[in-house]
């Protein structure tokens, strides 16, 4: 596809770019928007360092071409709140989840998505809705941050 522009909507503010149509979604917001939040993992579309909210869905962003992305609502850790105030990002801090960090911010969209659609959700829907892969381990402070996040902890 030939170079074009295209108009995204990201974190509720339009932007417009000019590059190829076929661009990652997450080149575009890294280089293009200047948003670093979203994080180049494995480039093969498993790790999940690279989420973002599609019109609400978590979705990995490696996966998603500009041109397919521009006529949806973008989602990124940032757009999250502007400081850190979200509860989900608050349970993450209160948690301490983190070790690395490299991870988190595709794990917390994952875990706002998840919050989204199962408000109070088991053990086994939060193993199910957090598919990121996160080398230091944290996923039992995932799942402790997400069920503080909805009020069962």
Partial sequence: MATGTFTLRVNGQTRTIT???????????????????????????????????LNGQVTKSCNVTVSSAASREITTIEGLSPDSSHPVQQAWIAEQVPQCGYCQSGAILSAVALLQRTPNPTDQDIDLAIANICACGTYPRMRAAIKRAAGLA
């Fill in 19 to 53: 590059t190829e149509g076929t661009m990652p979604l997450l080149w575009a917001l890294r280089d293009e928007v200047g948003l670093t939040g979203t994080k180049y993992g494995c480039g093969i579309i498993q790790c999940g360092a690279c989420h973002v909210l």
